[in-house]
């Protein structure tokens, strides 16, 4: 793994990623763009790196030597609290739903736009910033559901919830409209920053994920409904 010797005080990402020449590329973008990058090419280190190092921010591939993005996400998402951004070269839509399935956050495909990139990871950082702790909308109650967003946790019952960030994410956009319909569109926009296309699953996936996890029927949900050809509904007295 390569060190990294940037000053402290910058948001960190470690990038894992086989691809030299574009891990290179990659880390001199974000490093000209204010932050600190740790290199790693091979996916069985690429797990040790991210437990170990604890960055702000993952970059993932997905077809890696030693051990491949998929597993690795699965491996440490319980130990890693922050997001997971992961590349991939397939335009499959299952790869991209496995990879939400195993607890990324947000996937980019190859070739990498930089921009685009880098868009995606401050919009995912962002939503890893915890709120001021004066807000006064920064705990939901919903019978034995507590949600709250200044410390970006969730309890169902006095237990807490394990929720990946994008999880928490959508969890609390939903709750914080309980009693109202939000479009597909108005979620891609508000977490992702992207237009709806029509075709992505992923907030599909990440519901259906969720809905167990707070208690959820998943065939007749009663917090969560999904409201045919518009949205997702959070039932406000479930």
Request: aromatic share 6%; net charge negative.
């Amino acid at each position: 793994m390569e060190a990294s010797v940037d000053p402290p005080g910058m948001e960190h990402v470690l990038i894992i990623e086989d691809d030299e020449r574009l891990a290179e590329l990659t880390r001199d973008y974000l490093a000209a763009n204010g932050f600190r990058v740790t290199l790693e090419a091979d996916g069985a280190r690429g797990v040790q790196g991210i437990l170990d190092l604890q960055p702000d921010l993952v970059i993932l591939d997905l077809m890696l030597p030693g051990e491949d993005g998929l597993s690795i996400c699965r491996r440490v998402r319980s130990e890693y609290p922050g997001p997971i951004l992961m590349l991939t070269a397939r335009t499959d839509d299952m790869d991209q739903v496995l990879g939400l399935e195993m607890g990324a956050d947000d996937y980019v495909a190859k070739p990498v736009q930089p921009r685009v990139l880098l868009a995606r990871m401050r919009a995912l950082l962002r939503r890893t910033e915890p709120l001021g702790s004066g807000n006064a909308e920064a705990r939901l109650f919903f019978h034995d559901l507590e949600i709250d967003s200044g410390t970006r946790e969730a309890w169902l019952g006095g237990e807490r919830i394990d929720l990946t960030s994008a999880e928490f994410d959508l969890l609390w956009l939903l709750a914080s409209h309980a009693g109202r319909v939000l479009t597909r569109e108005e979620i891609f926009a508000q977490l992702r920053g992207i237009k709806y296309d029509g075709q992505d699953r992923s907030i599909d996936v990440r519901v259906s994920r969720i809905r167990p996890k707070i208690g959820d029927d998943p065939h007749h949900p009663h917090r969560i409904k999904t409201v045919r050809s518009k949205g997702y509904l959070f039932v406000r007295d479930a």
